[in-house]
């Protein structure tokens, strides 16, 4: 009979080896049950610290979404106490502080411009200085270029980016303070090879660095109320094409579009019809958007400046085919000059106008001078207005669109003698101008209706032109209400969190006397306890530069007994009212600078500025959460392997118990036939007589 190995067991022998097995590895596994209880405390711990995490991330968004500008919104209110029944409703809106005019800048520097060659010595320093803080000493380890130079800036941490620009002069070196404000100038002291990035402008030493970006501290636009009245609206210049018939064709000669200061741009259509036209103009840079309109009969290519005022008006230039597309930003045919005193013989030829498709023949007979010509388009009557122009060295017919013909296409087609006075333009349907208003008495012209450089902080835009009768006031005033909805809404985000981490620390007693109570995965996590003390700590700061106004209690923000935070609105509103800025400054200011832009001397920081640091910290790679995650992490893998150790450790010894008591179970089975055998050998003796 074969012995069984391993697990395999024999049921060749009085003994029951599988029971036998099992209940001696039942004892033998109960070493695993405190690790397997500890690999559930390591994983309840990791998910515990996973919810902790996204509950601070949430907390975290609803910070975010808190600006300084929420704690220092103001608010725009457009009246109009005109008399009649014709007033001007709505003519504009205003948004306040939200354009850039408002906002801290950071100084920026620029050097002369250096060759691209240009070489700067090893061993050779600088020391930069932002502010009152101590200069930063770089020193150059190797010959470098200027992309070196900036490299070696840059990993100074010297307190500016460096950057490099170019143009016709040669390479920049361009410097900007990492801070802005006032009070985080930059100072360059330099040697040898490098003296030429010097730059103090207190110093009497001559200096080729030069400011490109004065620094600013931000401001709030100043309340108060203004005199608004709009005359023009401001709008980009439309112009069309004659009609053109199915099938028309650009077979010669060249386009070329330019908008306002902007380059000529030259278009090439890849396709000679006019929607091969079209489409390479929306491809080019010229600066304009063309569409194809159809007035059932004819197809007219429109052009329309992409960007409005008077400066970007159209200027189409065309040639052979594309002479038809033809537009002067005056909306002005000139002619070809002739010289002064020609005559024009009738005989050889005549002059056919076109405006707006309808053609007019101008009568002239015998020999016609350019006033004859003059006086009879005039006498035509046919939508253009005709005057003759002098050079100082030859004479041009000008045809001005007038009258119903103002807007429409013109072309002068002349044979014979009157060829060279042939000529045509697009039609203008709309001119590009500036947007017109008065504030409080000064007169403000704008692009756009989008109004940003006339009142500080603010921008006006602008949908209506306001008549005489109107009396249009634009009120600035703080948000006191906005303030009051922030303020709800930083105590409901921290609430949220207090709240959250409150569950996943709670300690249930027990109501059996004797009986242990419940506690959740992170009662007793001191991590835990760690970031509500930091964030209590951050609460309860006091934030100088408020002008008596230095901590949250004094706005009506107060802990309650259960951790959470509570808002007393009336004495907010009292705090709005009486010291508008104190409470910017208590959630915003920064170190270095407050609200208001005066010097913090204490260095401290808002406490929303504060929290959204101590929050950015917790989540981060190497952060509170993020090292305590990683150390259960590791504990697990630890206990994981422990268990793997055991499991195989016992998968041996099972092995060993089947084996040894399959041996032993053939034994016994051998040792039972044995005694059957001599019982039977016995029985079989012959008996005494």
């Known amino acids: 009979m074969a012995t069984s190995t391993g697990t395999i067991t024999t049921s060749a022998g009085p003994l029951d080896v599988a029971t036998l097995v099992s209940k001696l590895m039942g004892a033998e596994s109960q070493v695993l049950t405190p690790l397997t209880q500890q690999a559930s405390s390591y994983n309840s711990l990791i998910s515990a610290y996973g919810s902790l995490k996204s509950a601070i991330s949430s907390y975290q968004s609803a910070l975010n979404n808190l600006t300084a500008a929420s704690f220092s919104s103001q608010k725009a209110t457009v009246n109009n106490s005109g008399t009649g029944t014709t007033l001007t409703t709505d003519p504009f809106t205003a948004d306040v502080n939200s354009d850039d005019s408002t906002k801290i800048l950071a100084q920026k520097i620029q050097s002369a411009g250096f060759p691209s060659s240009q070489t700067f010595n090893a061993g050779d320093s600088l020391a930069i200085k932002i502010g009152t803080n101590s200069p930063t000493f770089i020193t150059l380890q190797a010959n470098s270029t200027l992309s070196g130079l900036r490299d070696t800036i840059n990993a100074s941490k010297a307190g500016v980016t460096a950057s490099i620009v170019t143009d016709g002069t040669g390479d920049h070196l361009v410097l900007e303070s990492n801070t802005g404000g006032t009070a985080n100038t930059i100072k360059v002291q330099a040697n040898n090879s490098l003296s030429s990035l010097a730059y103090d402008p207190s110093s009497s030493t001559p200096s080729t660095m030069t400011q490109t970006q004065a620094p600013r501290d931000s401001t709030v636009a100043a309340s108060g109320s203004y005199t608004v009245s709009v005359s023009q609206l401001a709008q980009a210049q439309k112009i069309t094409s004659v009609g053109f018939a199915d099938g028309t064709t650009f077979d010669n000669g060249l386009l070329a579009i330019k908008t306002g200061n902007g380059s000529t741009t030259i278009i090439k259509p890849t396709t000679n019809t006019l929607a091969g ?23 007219h290519l429109v052009l329309v400046a992409k960007d409005s005022g008077a400066s970007n008006s159209i200027r189409v230039t065309g040639t052979g085919s594309y002479s038809s597309l033809n537009f002067d930003p005056s909306g002005k045919i000139t002619s070809a000059g002739v010289a002064t005193g020609q005559t024009f013989d009738t005989s050889t030829g005549g002059l056919t106008l076109n405006v707006g498709g309808t ?16 006086d ?8 253009v207005t005709a005057s003759i122009t002098n050079d100082g060295t030859q004479d041009h017919l000008v045809l001005t669109p007038s009258g119903t013909g103002a807007t429409s296409p013109v072309s002068l087609t002349g044979t014979g003698d009157f060829a060279t006075l042939s000529g045509s333009t697009m039609g203008q349907l709309q001119a590009a101008q500036d947007a017109k208003l008065n504030i409080d008495g000064v007169a403000v012209t704008s692009p756009t209706n989008k109004v940003t450089n006339a009142i500080s902080g603010v921008t006006l835009n602008l949908s209506k032109v306001t008549t005489a009768s109107d009396n249009i006031t634009l009120n600035i005033a703080n948000d006191t209400s906005g303030v009051a909805t922030t303020a709800s809404t930083f105590v409901s985000a921290y609430n949220a969190l207090a709240k959250s981490i409150a569950g996943m620390t709670q300690q249930t007693p027990s109501t059996t006397l004797g009986a242990a109570g419940t506690s959740s995965p992170l009662a007793s996590e001191s991590s835990v306890q760690s970031i509500m003390t930091q964030l209590r700590s951050a609460l309860f700061a006091n934030v100088a530069g408020g002008n008596g106004i230095s901590s949250l209690s004094d706005i009506g923000i107060s802990f309650q007994k259960d951790g959470t935070l509570a808002l007393d609105s009336t004495k907010l509103t009292t705090a709005t009212t009486n010291n508008f800025a104190g409470v910017a400054n208590l959630f915003s200011s920064t170190a270095g600078t407050n609200s208001d832009g005066s010097l913090n001397t204490t260095g401290t920081n808002g406490i929303l500025v504060n929290l959204k640091n101590l929050v950015t910290g917790f989540l981060a790679d190497g952060g509170i959460i993020d090292t305590k995650t990683k150390g259960l992490q590791a504990s697990l893998k630890i206990n994981s392997d422990r268990q793997s150790a055991i499991q195989t450790r016992l998968s041996n010894m099972q092995d060993q118990y089947t084996n040894q008591f399959n041996a032993l179970n053939v034994t016994l089975a051998s040792m039972a036939s044995t005694q059957s055998y001599l019982t039977q050998q016995l029985a079989n003796l012959p008996k005494a007589g």
């Open 277 to 299: 036209v079209r489409d390479a103009i929306n491809a080019s840079t010229a600066g304009v958007n063309a569409t194809i309109v159809s007035d059932g009969t004819a197809s």
């Open 359 to 374: 053609n007019t023949t101008i009568s002239l007979s015998g020999s016609a001078t350019m006033q004859n010509i003059r």
């Open 376 to 383: 009879a388009i005039n006498t035509a009557n046919a939508g």
